[in-house]
């Protein structure tokens, strides 16, 4: 596979693993959410995806486009991986329901969206 699908693939992973965090949290309370450990290991689950698609973005692309922090997504997929413990609840929610639907914006912008026929 060429850089460019490979980059084009990472990209989709990465948005849907976006969408998947904005789907789990839509309608949730930060109460719920917070009482809720399946809910707070499926967006870290999708956020670790995310993150491990993002790292694996070319650095050609990457470049040229950074307006993406690819660094902070990266380095969050990192805690979440190999952190010695839990993402703080508050921050994971703030990242959930503000920093995941900025990027999913940028990557709509970037990534065609094919709708189910």
Not at 102 to 112: A, C, D, F, Q, T
């Given at each position: 596979?060429?850089?460019?699908?490979?980059?084009?693939?990472?990209?989709?992973?990465?948005?849907?693993?976006?969408?998947?965090?904005?789907?789990?949290?839509?309608?949730?309370?930060?109460?719920?959410?917070?009482?809720?450990?399946?809910?707070?290991?499926?967006?870290?689950?999708?956020?670790?995806v995310l993150?491990?698609?993002?790292?694996?973005?070319?650095?050609?692309?990457?470049?040229?486009?950074?307006?993406?922090?690819?660094?902070?997504?990266?380095?969050l997929r990192?805690?979440l991986t190999?952190?010695?413990?839990?993402?703080?609840?508050?921050?994971?929610?703030?990242?959930?329901?503000?920093?995941?639907?900025?990027?999913?914006?940028?990557?709509?912008?970037?990534?065609?969206?094919?709708?189910?026929?």
């Amino acid at each position: 596979m060429e850089r460019e699908e490979r980059d084009s693939a990472y990209l989709w992973d990465m948005r849907e693993a976006a969408r998947d965090v904005m789907e789990f949290v839509r309608g949730v309370t930060y109460s719920s959410f917070s009482e809720d450990k399946a809910l707070r290991y499926a967006v870290e689950r999708r956020l670790e995806v995310l993150g491990e698609a993002a790292g694996r973005v070319s650095e050609s692309w990457k470049g040229a486009h950074p307006g993406i922090p690819w660094h902070q997504i990266a380095g969050l997929r990192d805690i979440l991986t190999y952190g010695s413990g839990e993402l703080p609840v508050d921050r994971l929610w703030i990242v959930a329901n503000e920093s995941v639907p900025m990027l999913v914006e940028w990557l709509n912008g970037l990534v065609p969206v094919i709708e189910p026929e």
